[in-house]
């Protein structure tokens, strides 16, 4: 189902996404209200989300067909939408792809395969009812839990991809404004979104988030995002950056961090596998597990894609099998010494 109020965006994206054998656009509407009484005598296996709609905006449509009519949702939108789309994805939607650029674009092509790919993975998805929308939190009306670290551990790797945005603010308010170990994040974003993210998950979590920059170090409390087309290690309390071949189908790739960290901290640190589609970061995660590192990834009752979690748990790379829920509070466990490294 597509929902745009542009009709000729409406026909252009038509066109594209039924240029895949493996899609049919079942029903296109203009606005959020239409939307919303026809979905369930349409029930699309997947959706196509404008978010500047007249009347109830994508965010809003969003929010009430994850409430009432829980269905896979692909948000496609411009480069200027960025801030509403990742509030889309916290209330439900699944990713968040360009509006292809027109035919004479250079990067139209590739562009139009990433729309395509998204929308058949994400129709194969099933998902469930979310709640009715939670206050918004923002760091500055978080409250603090003491947080006292016995452990030796000093460094969080997590490895994030299809899911993670929302994940990662789940994982990291659980963590409270005074975790006191430095995070170091690879979550698989398109490149036009990566600043937009960066500042959106600053305002989201009670951490303060950094882009990675090469050869700064890290400092306890903080987290920070590998950039687009660099893959992120750690050496000596500070970050290395370099661009290289992809590891996993992945620059930046998660099993590049997590075997730094194997390599040159793996006492000092945990490692994390949250939700995404493909294997990244699950060799990472063995490596770190053998090295002597303390590892969990995502269980499959909460991951919205078990992928990347999936093939660490059938590797034997995480000690832990946890729900998303409650990954946060085992770590803060962990640090305290109530579970035993």
Known sequence: MLVDDSPTQRLFL???????????????????????????????????????????????TTRRIMETWPTPIVVVTSEQDLELSFQALRAGALTVVPKPQGPGHAGHQQQVMQLCTQLRIMSEIRVVRQRPRAPLILKSSVEGIKVINTSPYEILGVAASTGGPKALVTLFNALGPDFPLAALVVQHMTDSFFDSFVSWLDTMIPQAVYKAEHGASIQPGSVYLAPP????????????????PAV???????????????????????????????????????????????????????????????????????RYLLPLAEIGPHLLRVLSQEVKP
């Not at 960290?261 to 060799?283: C, F, P």
């Open 248 to 318: 996993s189908f992945q620059c930046p790739s998660a099993t590049v961090l997590l075997e730094s960290l194997a390599l040159g901290a793996a006492r000092r640190s945990i490692g994390v596998v949250l939700t995404g589609m493909g294997n990244d970061g699950a060799q990472g995660l063995l490596a770190l597990s053998k090295a002597g590192g303390y590892t969990c990834a995502e269980a499959e009752s909460s991951a919205i894609v078990y992928g990347m979690p999936g093939v660490a748990a059938q590797l034997g790379a995480a």
């Open 14 to 60: 038509t066109d594209l996404i039924q240029s895949c054998p493996e899609l049919m656009v079942c029903a296109a509407f203009n606005s959020g209200e239409e939307a919303l009484l026809q979905i369930e005598k349409i029930n699309p296996q997947v959706i196509s989300m404008d978010l500047h709609l007249p009347g109830i905006n994508g965010l809003e």
């Open 229 to 244: 087309h660099q893959h992120m290690r750690y050496f000596e309390g500070r970050i290395q950056l370099a661009a290289g």
